[in-house]
């Protein structure tokens, strides 16, 4: 029997000290990769796996 993982959770937390200086005004979920923040590249990889529920941490 094999189940399903449908539940994500998402660490976004921290000062991102590392990426200083561009978030120094922007959150580093928010850093643009391309064309789109960095989270939201997260969430839909996380979706297009099959993921119904996402915490963000």
């Given at each position: 029997m094999t189940q399903k993982i449908r539940?994500?959770?998402?660490?976004?937390?921290?000062?991102?000290t590392r990426f200083l200086p561009a978030t120094k005004a922007i959150p580093k979920e928010l850093l643009?990769?391309?064309?789109?923040p960095t989270i939201q590249h997260t969430v839909e990889e996380a979706v297009a796996s099959g993921i119904e529920e996402i915490i963000i941490v």
């Open positions: 539940k994500a959770v998402i660490p976004a937390a921290g000062w991102g643009p990769l391309f064309d789109k």
